[in-house]
């Protein structure tokens, strides 16, 4: 189309600057209105044409949705952050693309999608679907652009082929993290979450970000939120059209960078733990009555406390004990070569016993 109209402007051009027949004040204002003429035409091809921008993505987050996904029927209970108070911490933080990551479920695709619709102000946050897919191992795998939930429980090939079956994009989520990840196995993922906001123990990000590196692998930052407050502790940048073609494209060609990699703080960690715990107070105490009714009232005891001042001294004690553990457990497996099978047979002894060795 565009040859067919600049030809013969510039026929008509070098026809005016030759023939001496034409007047040179007509002369002049014919050059100015073909000069004028084109620039607009160069600026609207730019404008057609140049629609790739940079969006700021949010990766890794959860809602309510996310909660009775992750397979444990005492404590199913997992975020408790609701779809509009989601949308509105997306929008207060600029985030153009958001990905809800909720376990196991793309349940809430369709209903925060729907609720978008219903308020204008939301439109400027484009939501994409995603899905946290835990495998046999216990491990998790983010799976981008996915149109049909993937189930939960298959091996880690298995979970791989059915995102590519469904031309979605696969991450490794939090790869050395001390309970969940899939570790040197991430190689097999399109990308790698290489910072979790959740992995405090910083060791799990340190052998992430050296793992990625040594592999040039694609690396991206997770905020990994499950509450309000953490929503926006990581932002990627992607260079791409707002679709989720060229959003998914730009994820496998490398066009995503990390701009913003924050920590969760402790209170926020706290706040989390303390919505599971009080969300499943009575599938707790029903599982300790029929199951180990001699330790019924210690359990209740100590939950009823723990609820009803999650910040005094003594469980503040607790929660930052159980963090100390966590950071020794995952330097000695991480940073000074014992073995990590620990993790993928989820052997909690052992690992109550290796925290607490010296």
């Not at 565009?2 to 040179?24: D, G, T």
């Not at 309510?64 to 997992?78: E, K, Y």
């Not at 210690?298 to 159980?322: C, I, P, T």
Request: aromatic content about 10%.
């Amino acid at each position: 189309m565009r040859p067919l109209i600049v030809l013969p402007v510039f026929i008509i051009e070098q026809w005016i600057l030759s023939n001496k027949n034409v007047r040179y004040p007509d002369r002049i204002i014919a050059i100015m209105l073909i000069f004028m003429w084109q620039c607009h035409y160069r600026r609207q091809g730019r404008d057609a044409t140049t629609t790739t921008g940079v969006l700021n993505a949010e990766l890794h987050c959860h809602n309510t949705f996310s909660n009775h996904q992750n397979g444990s029927a005492r404590v199913p209970f997992d975020c408790g952050v609701e779809m509009a108070a989601q949308l509105e911490a997306a929008l207060a933080r600029g985030i153009d693309v958001l990905f809800v990551t909720n376990h196991n479920t793309l349940d809430g695709y369709r209903q925060i999608l729907e609720y978008q619709a219903n308020h204008a102000k939301f439109q400027k946050i484009t939501i994409y679907p995603a899905e946290e897919v835990t495998i046999d191992t216990g491990g998790h795998v983010l799976a981008y652009g996915i149109y049909r939930t993937i189930r939960p429980g298959m091996t880690l090939d298995e979970t791989l082929d059915e995102i590519k079956r469904q031309g979605a994009v696969s991450c490794a989520a939090h790869p050395f993290a001390v309970s969940n990840g899939i570790r040197e196995k991430a190689l097999y993922c399109d990308m790698i979450e290489s910072f979790n906001s959740n992995n405090v123990d910083r060791f799990s990000n340190i052998v992430a970000s050296k793992f990625a590196h040594d592999n040039s692998m694609s690396e991206v930052a997770g905020s990994d939120s499950h509450v309000l407050s953490t929503l926006g502790k990581c932002v990627n940048t992607i260079e791409a059209e707002n679709n989720l073609d060229s959003v998914l494209d730009a994820m496998l060609h490398r066009r995503i960078k990390m701009v913003c990699r924050e920590y969760a703080s402790h209170d926020e960690l706290y706040e989390h733990a303390y919505y599971i715990v009080q969300s499943s107070r009575e599938l707790l105490l029903r599982h300790a009555l029929e199951n180990h009714p001699r330790f019924y009232w210690v359990l209740k005891w100590a939950l009823d406390s723990y609820l009803g001042d999650y910040k005094s001294m003594l469980w503040r004690s607790v929660a930052a004990f159980s963090l100390y553990l966590t950071k020794r457990v995952s330097e000695k497996v991480n940073m000074k070569g014992h073995s990590p099978h620990v993790f993928s047979n989820r052997q909690w002894m052992k690992l109550i016993k290796m925290s607490l060795l010296p």
